[in-house]
């Protein structure tokens, strides 16, 4: 009976195998695309980092790495967290106020306390003595008050036993070298991790974004990042996950900073308002409500988002610092969100010292500075200018033609004017690109770049490209060329020996190779002529593209030049 059994099993099996040979593999899941019409419309946010440490006020989870205070009594704070005062309506309707339309809480930092009801760890808010779940509380009366919500999450975890880290160096910090992970227990980790997040994309409503950190200290492959993203968008069709998880994302996130010009994609800069993250009584650093609306001007400028951040005091409280400053962005917003809300990036050169957002068909110039003699100048603004008006007030000016200039009267006081918005309505599509001199040269300097990637960046202080250290990150100009003509492409650069490199020079579809000038110092900048390249009157993008590195990083850059070529009948 029982060999009649395992026979009738085995012809069983067999036929199933047989028939699965003629059946369509499955295809993965259908996976909604992210949804970045709300993302890149809102422009503001507010970031919150909060967790145990506040009770100290010192900074989120980088103390462990100082050790000071040593592990046992930093992880001892989650015994005695206890946020009475804690309101998420209150700041929740703060961040309306604010003008903000979306909020990222901190849901695990890299310290590995939880700020949500996590069944895979006792190291969490429902294990201290509030004992509630301050995620849930909080997105539920952000989304009541018709903001998006989102929650930043750590792929790093020093406080789980199986999480394996490389130490900082001259600190032994809190785990193993990334070549000694030990395969049970580092699956162990990546199951806890994966778990963890389950629970915030499936207990919480919708999402908007998912802010992954931590991600510097395992690679990719290690963290099973792809499949960690593909659970999250199957899970919150059209959520936002940035790029932080060893995957490009869907938007970038420099930190701390503005890239001059923005980025090539769709980007967010994260910045405190002091110079900490969590709640700091003693950093007094608190940057003015001017210097900030002049960040976030900046950052609309060139087509960004700025996620604004608050550490909440160990009480749940935001101190008054933060709330008087958010409250007085938010009375400018009230008149001037227009200029700032679903705008583009505008034109950086029209407006020297100003910073410009816009739309179809209108200029939104923000003053930063107050110019001389209340007169406005858009330098070589060819386009026709219908109006001109003050957005907070609706006060109508008067612009006026002088050659290719455009100048607007601001009328008495206007000298004095700061943080206020000019709007500028105008007839066709702006000209933004970069124009051709008289003698035929055109010159793209470094303050006029769009950078792509990571780490490249505009440096306002040496008004030069630098941080050029990732092979995927790449810098572009738009140029507009009028007169037909062979052109060499001079480059104004600098790098010390052993850096530099190979790179690509693109104009429109022409290619150039090209190789980095060994120079004395970093600033030591010398010019060095490719080309030539023969170009036709016409709008082109201008690129370079690393190829090779030969140690850290490529070059610094001052400027790139199209100059007419010797001979070339120009």
């Known amino acids: 009976m029982m060999r009649k059994m395992l026979m009738m099993s085995l012809a069983v099996v067999l036929t199933t195998v047989a028939m699965g040979a003629d059946v369509a593999p499955k295809t993965a899941p259908k996976i909604a695309p992210p949804d970045m019409a709300w993302f890149e419309a809102a422009r503001f946010g507010m970031f919150i980092h909060w967790g145990a440490y506040s009770q100290r006020g010192i900074e989120a989870s ?22 009475t005062k804690f309101d998420p309506v ?7 106020r604010a003008g903000m339309k979306y909020v990222i809480l901190t849901s695990k930092h890299h310290d590995g306390f939880s700020m949500f009801d996590t069944k895979l760890s006792d190291y969490s808010i429902m294990h201290s003595p509030y004992g509630k779940n301050i995620a849930k509380m909080l997105a539920d009366a952000v989304r009541a008050e018709g903001l998006k919500f989102g929650f930043y999450f750590s792929l790093a975890d020093w406080h789980n036993p199986d999480y394996m880290t490389a130490p900082m160096q001259g600190n032994p910090g809190p785990g193993m070298l990334p070549q000694q992970l030990d395969p049970a227990r580092w699956d162990r980790f990546v199951d806890f991790l994966h778990g963890q997040m389950r629970e915030l994309c ?49 938007y970038g996130t420099p ?39 002049g960040v976030l001007a900046k950052t609309a400028s060139g087509g960004g ?55 179809p068909g209108r ?66 599509d702006v000209q933004t690109g970069i124009v051709q001199d008289a003698d035929g040269t055109v010159t793209m300097p470094a303050s006029e770049v769009t950078t792509h990637g990571t780490k490249v960046s505009y440096q306002a202080q040496y008004d030069d490209i630098g941080y050029w250290v990732e092979l995927n990150d790449w810098l572009s100009w738009k140029v507009r060329v009028s007169q037909e003509g062979d052109y060499d492409v001079v480059v104004f650069q600098a790098a010390p020996a052993s850096e530099g490199g190979d790179y690509t020079i693109g104009v429109g579809a022409q290619t150039i190779d090209a190789k980095v000038k060994v120079t004395t110092t970093w600033f030591d900048e010398t010019e060095v002529s490719h080309g030539p390249v023969h170009l036709k009157p016409g709008t082109y993008e201008v690129s370079l593209k690393p190829k090779r590195f030969n140690n850290f990083a490529l070059m610094n850059l001052k400027w790139v030049k199209l100059v007419p070529h010797k001979g070339s009948g120009q």
């Open 305 to 359: 988002n700025l996620l604004l951040n608050i550490g909440p005091m160990p009480t749940g409280e935001i101190q008054p610092e933060f709330r008087e400053r958010l409250e007085a962005i938010g009375q400018w917003m009230k008149v001037n969100g227009a200029s700032i809300y679903g705008t583009q990036a505008g034109p950086r050169k029209v407006c020297p010292g100003q910073r410009i957002t816009m739309r």
């Open 62 to 83: 980088w103390p462990l790495y100082a050790g000071d205070p040593k592990r046992a009594d930093y992880e001892a704070l989650a015994t005695t967290f206890n946020p």
């Open 90 to 96: 209150a700041i929740a309707k703060l961040a309306k």
């Open 202 to 250: 499936t207990q919480y409503g919708k999402l908007s974004v998912i802010w992954f950190d931590g991600g510097w200290e395992h690679t990719t492959q290690q963290w099973k990042s792809h499949e960690l993203c593909q659970m999250i968008r199957t899970l919150q069709p059209g959520i936002l996950i940035n790029d932080r998880a060893g995957t490009d994302g869907d």
């Open 255 to 293: 930190e701390q900073t503005v890239p001059e010009g923005g980025l090539g994609h769709a980007w967010e800069t994260c910045m405190t308002i002091n110079n900490t993250w969590a709640y700091n009584p003693t950093d007094k650093a608190y940057k003015s409500t001017d210097d900030l609306l």
């Open 363 to 428: 200029l939104y110039v923000h003053i930063i500075t107050p110019p001389e003699g209340g007169r406005l100048v858009l330098s070589n603004f060819r386009n026709e200018v219908t109006g001109a008006s003050i957005l907070s007030s609706g006060q109508v000016l008067h612009p006026l033609r002088e050659g290719t200039d455009v100048v607007v009267r601001l009328g008495d006081g206007g000298e004095k004017l700061k943080h206020e918005v000019v709007v500028v309505d105008f007839r066709g």
